[in-house]
């Protein structure tokens, strides 16, 4: 009888500035498929740090572990990966959108059935995902969740296509938004994406001829696997010990990668549809320099993830690139404080400045976004107490002034800084002597991926307000918050 294993204790809470929903990762075909897969979600776990489960196909089926916290915490005990062990195995690491954060909602999702056992890992937020619930339940589903992940599993097993494929497709078809999703049964692994394809999903193949499907190609690299393709909008794959098959879903697809996923999510050694992430960000950094150039004497990036667009800005600038904010190796999240005070303190303890590189400087700093500002705000007055003379704040791309539905934790303009300030507002708030943004045309040629889709390829819905998609259960609601909103999207330097 298979058993389930959960680690059970208070999820740590995080000053959110943006998080992805999660990471999937998924083997099949080796006999290493559990360790893989543990290997391969501590290479997401940037993209998820709520939580963590790995569903493993054993010789007494499949089994599950999951639970609140790091891969590291999740997977403590060896037992705890010992009992997965087979050759095939699928994990996933979340932050939680849809949802909340219930020990129920920690993925890949197990069910159940008389007939099989099917795992589900997603990466996205379903825009439909309350109403198909809704229709479901009038019909009698009962739901072990909130997650809108659960929803694709009653569509596939209520529809009366006669094969698994057959199912699983017509499922696909009915929700809509953003998905990966990763699914794991007896029979084989399967892969599938949204007809935009929002959310990257990688397929790789191991040295064993296993194969590999994850949502970077940084985790193929960790796990010795090889890139095969990115998994298409609209796309459905089929791996099995008879092979591996390419199907689509829908063929009516526009691809619309999510631009943040260059600008801050993935890891600068990923590659999405062909595209260095580390490259994409240094072009970034040079087109801000050619689009807001500023005299000053060093440029200085903010750890980690604006150190490329820095790089490309002190390039295409000539202004020499210098170390002047460091980041604590060993403080990986900053958690909720009780006061102002402490949170503060918090962020000093993450990042701190450089004196020696910094005093009596004219700084030109580069941020990959401002989301709240809050940090910012911290981070200019850790440069000015340590003796910059002046601090010129220059972000890597456009003002981010709308929600995101599509995976991406902010859902209203309440929380976005650039959606409820002008950008002169902007730059007295955050005490900078200048303040510029990327241009939205400048991000997407800097990514530069090879396609004729509009905006290059790229959704940026956060930057326009214009949604690649309808946005189903969420129009009323967004309708509402733009009735609030007054600013001028052109905007971007002050
Ligand atoms: S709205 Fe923004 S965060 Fe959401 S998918 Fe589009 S670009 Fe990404």
Redesign the pocket.
């Known amino acids: 009888m298979p058993t389930e294993v959960t680690t059970t204790g208070p999820a740590p809470e995080e000053i959110k500035s943006?998080n992805e929903e999660c990471g999937v990762f998924g083997v099949w075909g080796d006999p290493h498929a559990a360790e893989l897969t543990h290997l391969g979600l501590h290479t997401l776990q940037h993209r998820g740090q709520e939580g963590a489960g790995i569903v493993g196909k054993t010789p007494e089926g499949l089994r599950r572990h999951y639970g609140f916290g790091l891969v590291a915490e999740v997977f403590a005990q060896p037992a705890s990966l010992q009992q997965l062990r087979g050759d095939a195995a699928l994990g996933h690491v979340r932050y939680a959108t849809a949802g909340g954060r219930i020990l129920e909602n920690i993925q890949p999702l197990l069910f159940r059935f008389t007939d099989s056992a099917i795992a589900l890992a997603h990466n996205g937020n379903l825009t439909n995902a309350a109403s198909l619930r809704a229709q479901l339940e009038a019909n009698g589903a009962i739901f072990q969740s909130t997650s809108d992940t659960e929803v694709l599993m009653h569509l596939v097993r209520r529809s009366p296509a006669p094969t698994f494929i057959g199912q699983l497709k017509a499922a696909l078809n009915q929700v809509h938004g953003?998905f990966a999703f990763a699914i794991l049964t007896e029979s084989g692994l399967y892969a599938a994406v949204d007809p935009n394809g929002?959310r990257p999903l990688v397929v790789g193949q191991l040295p064993s001829g296993g194969y590999v499907v994850c949502s970077e190609t940084a985790a193929l690299v960790a796990v010795g696997a090889t890139f095969c393709f990115d998994v298409e909008p609209g796309e459905l794959v089929e791996i099995t010990d008879a092979g591996l098959v390419r199907d689509h879903f829908t063929t009516q697809t526009q691809l619309?990668v999510?631009?943040?996923?260059f600008i801050y999510f993935a890891r600068p050694d990923s590659e999405i549809h062909g595209v260095n992430v580390h490259l994409a960000r240094e072009k970034m950094g040079r087109r801000l320099a050619q689009e807001q150039p500023i005299d000053a004497d060093i440029v200085v990036g903010v750890p980690n993830s604006s150190l490329s667009a820095a790089l490309g800005y002190a390039q295409e600038s000539g202004i020499p690139y210098e170390l002047g904010l460091v980041k604590s190796q060993y403080i990986a999240r900053t958690f909720i404080q009780p006061t102002q005070a402490l949170r503060e303190r918090s962020v000093r303890l993450k990042l701190s400045a450089v004196p020696a590189v910094v005093a009596g400087k004219r700084i030109v700093l580069i941020d990959d976004s401002i989301v709240r500002g809050t940090t910012a705000i911290q981070l200019v007055q850790l440069l000015k107490d340590a003796g910059a003379k002046e601090v010129h704040l220059r972000i890597a791309s456009p003002p981010?002034r709308?929600?995101?539905?599509?995976?991406?934790d902010?859902q209203t303009t309440k929380e976005l800084f650039a959606a409820n300030h002008s950008v002169s507002q902007m730059k007295a708030i955050l005490g900078v002597d200048s303040l510029g943004f990327l241009s939205v045309a400048g991000l997407e040629a800097s990514v530069g991926l090879k396609t004729t889709a509009p905006n290059g390829g790229?959704?940026?819905?956060?930057?326009t307000g214009e949604?690649?998609t309808p946005l189903d259960d969420y129009e009323p609601h967004l309708s509402e918050e733009l009735s609030h909103l007054a600013i001028n999207i052109g905007e971007v330097s002050a």
């Not at 709308?402 to 991406?408: A, K, L, Q």
């Open positions: 943006l953003g929002f619309a999510c631009s943040m996923e981010l709308f929600p995101c539905f599509y995976g991406i902010i790229l959704c940026v819905a956060y930057f949604y690649p």
